[in-house]
């Protein structure tokens, strides 16, 4: 019963509740992804809707309690592993510019946008307009994974450049973050923290997939020694969650460690000149099926707790304001992160791909309200607003890039 009872406190509800509430999550969450698939829309539209029908929006029978936000960021950071994982190494460096272009292109324009009208246009507060900015830079990396995967696109050219873009967002994202606390302490930016804390993140996407390759080394010696492969499952869970702490200490996002790991074991992460380092194609193997496997399990928790986090019910559809300047907003969200990808030399069709899989905000933009409201930066019309926003983008963007992938 003692640890019945730590369990509660830890979590916010009894175990036996978080059970319940996890059941309903797994269950709820494939079974209107199938009957999204069936009706030919993305699978992961009808995850993320379940949690909108599940949670403050709708029903209210799961609340979004600690224990499920940290299943759901164990689901993300083992879905960023599995894509790291399967990445194309040689490709990935090859569109790193063009991941680059994009990246900052897809943060600049809807942050610039973003501020200038909620700022200019609709006499917001400066901080608050700041803050709604950094919202509209956000990209659901998770999501976008998935709708590529879903759309059997994830190894093609534009999804590699998406790919790199979206991690790189994820970090500026960090960062803007980080800028936008400081601002809001004393009011002006501290730029050698700022600059300090993108050295540490680039060092650090630097240096661990090498040690997380050694790591992994050592592992297929104790597995080689063991002569026992049920080791590994275990063992290279640990190692994820290992490089995801590492870059949280670093203040980068926990799933850029989960990503580098998964590089560092892929079958296509060479070292020149450190042929000692190539694994044994048996442990490969078994760290693709298990992890396969567990992202199977636990990923559809992260994407119903995005729909989970999304409150309609704090929005008040019948003011003017709201809807003027949600509009105003949307317009920007979108063609801020579709113009990203025109500059790149691909077909039209691609860049537009491009644009489109950048455009989710997900739980990224929520953190951002959630931050800004936090600290009283952003008022409940601000937040509302914000909130609008990140669900018509989350819940539009699988929808017009099925439409444009497949036309």
């Known amino acids: 019963m003692a640890a019945v009872a730590g369990a509660e406190g830890a979590t916010g509800v009894d175990v036996h509740t978080l059970f319940l509430h996890i059941a ?14 069936r009706l030919g829309m993305p699978p992961v539209l009808g995850e993320v809707l379940a949690g909108v029908v599940l949670g403050q929006s709708l029903l209210g029978l799961v609340p979004l309690s600690e224990a499920i936000k940290v299943l759901a960021e164990l689901g993300v950071i083992l879905l960023l592993f599995e894509v790291g994982l399967e990445a194309d190494i ?4 090859r569109v790193g510019l063009s991941s680059l272009l994009v990246a900052f292109i897809g943060a600049a324009l809807p942050f610039a946008g973003g501020f200038i009208i909620s700022h200019y246009v609709f006499g917001m507060s400066m901080l608050s307009s700041l803050f709604i900015g950094g919202a509209l830079t956000a990209t659901s990396i998770g999501i976008t ?7 059997g696109k994830r190894k093609a050219k534009f999804a590699q450049i998406v790919l790199g ?8 994202g960090v960062v803007i973050l980080a800028a936008l606390y ?5 009011g002006q930016v501290n730029w050698s923290a700022t600059a300090g804390l993108m050295m540490d993140i680039a060092i650090f996407f630097l240096v661990a997939p090498f040690v997380a390759r050694l790591a992994a080394k050592l592992i297929y010696f104790v597995v080689y020694r063991l002569q026992d492969l049920d080791v590994i499952p275990p063992v ?5 969650l290992f490089t995801g702490y590492g870059a949280y200490r670093v203040g980068s996002p926990e799933i850029l460690g989960a990503f580098t790991a998964g590089l560092a074991l892929s079958r296509r992460f060479v070292v020149p000149f450190m042929a000692f380092l190539k694994l044994d194609e048996k442990v490969v193997h078994s760290v693709e099926e298990n992890i396969r496997s567990l992202v199977w399990v636990v990923s559809p928790i992260f994407f119903v707790s995005v729909g989970l986090a999304l409150n309609f019910k704090a929005i008040d559809f019948s003011s003017a304001q709201f809807w003027l300047l949600s509009l105003s907003l949307i317009v920007v969200a979108i063609l801020g992160k579709v113009v990203s990808g025109l500059l790149i030399p691909l077909s039209f069709r691609d860049r537009i791909n491009i644009g489109l899989s950048m455009m989710p905000r997900g739980e990224v933009g929520l953190i951002f309200a959630e931050f800004g409201r936090s600290f009283g930066a952003i008022d409940e019309v601000g937040y509302a607003v914000v909130v609008f926003v990140v669900a018509v983008t989350t819940l539009l963007a699988p929808i017009l890039l099925k439409l444009n992938v497949r036309t």
Do not use: C, Q, R
């Open 24 to 37: 309903i999550i797994l269950i709820s969450g494939k079974l209107f992804g199938t009957i999204f698939k």
């Open 90 to 93: 040689n490709l990935l460096v």
């Open 236 to 240: 290279i869970l640990s190692l994820v």
């Open 145 to 151: 994974v998935k709708v590529l995967s879903d759309l």
């Open 165 to 172: 873009a979206a991690v790189i967002d994820d970090v500026l």
């Open 182 to 186: 400081e601002f809001s302490k004393s």
